[in-house]
């Protein structure tokens, strides 16, 4: 079972616009939720993380909302640029688990 | 300063075949580490994760197992590769009680 996705493969945004990033869970018991990019042939790396106790987190134009009635969380990047243009992974972590989600391909057109 | 190092960076097999992959971490001690793959079209896949020497945790029953004989060494092991082995395999390490976690650069397996 699938317990993070995200439903949208791809998002094509403009340079200097918002990207909204979506992910669903279904597990209410995880502590985090994290937020990585990925280039091809690259590993992943770290953008945001948000705990399960707050709402919103922030850090410099990426913010990561948290809606826990929804079991829902985005990732809001403004403004988008061009090197933004990668694949975007949600996270769940639960007691030494970390479990992603199928990801999202952004492109970021100028 | 923490790394992480996974090798090989490519590596073409042939169905039935062994696989060991290999992965260390320099810099820190006792780290959670993990295995990841993805296959192609699909996210990251869990495979194992480990909190300590010996400790391994398995998430999807395969063809494949894992082993961490040193306290900074993850190994990915197959005695039988199958077609379906084929994919983008990483592995990871977190600080325990730590959020984030640190990725290798991966290893691209093709099983022909």
């Known amino acids: 079972d699938q317990q993070v996705k995200q439903n949208s493969p791809s998002l094509s945004v403009q340079e200097g616009r918002i990207s909204i990033l979506n992910c669903d869970y279904t597990n209410s018991m995880f502590d985090y939720f994290l937020w990585y990019k990925k280039y091809p042939a690259e590993g992943p790396t770290f953008l945001i993380s948000?705990?399960?106790?707050?709402d919103k987190n922030e850090d410099g134009r990426f913010t990561v909302f948290l809606n826990k009635s929804a079991k829902h969380l985005s990732l809001h990047i403004v403004p988008s640029q061009p090197g933004d243009s990668a694949v975007y992974f949600c996270?769940?972590?639960?007691?030494?688990?970390?479990?992603f989600g199928t990801g999202t391909r952004l492109q970021v057109f100028p | 300063s923490q790394t992480i190092h996974q090798w090989p960076a490519t590596l073409v097999q042939p169905v039935g075949s062994p696989l060991s992959l290999e992965c260390t971490v320099e810099?820190?001690?006792?780290?959670?580490l993990y295995w990841y793959r993805q296959a192609a079209g699909r996210g990251l896949q869990l495979l194992f994760y480990?909190?300590?020497?010996?400790?391994i945790s398995s998430e999807v029953p395969q063809n494949l197992s894992a082993s961490r004989p040193q306290d900074r060494q993850f190994i990915l092991s197959s005695k039988k590769l199958l077609l379906s082995d084929s994919g983008f395999y990483l592995c990871?390490?977190?600080?325990?009680?730590?959020?984030?976690?640190?990725f290798g650069q991966g290893t691209r397996l093709t099983v022909v």
């Open positions: 990871a390490w977190r600080l325990q009680g730590a959020v984030e976690a640190f």
């Open positions: 480990s909190v300590g020497i010996g400790q």
């Open positions: 948000i705990s399960s106790i707050k």
């Open positions: 810099g820190t001690s006792n780290p959670n």
């Open positions: 996270a769940a972590e639960k007691t030494d688990k970390l479990i």
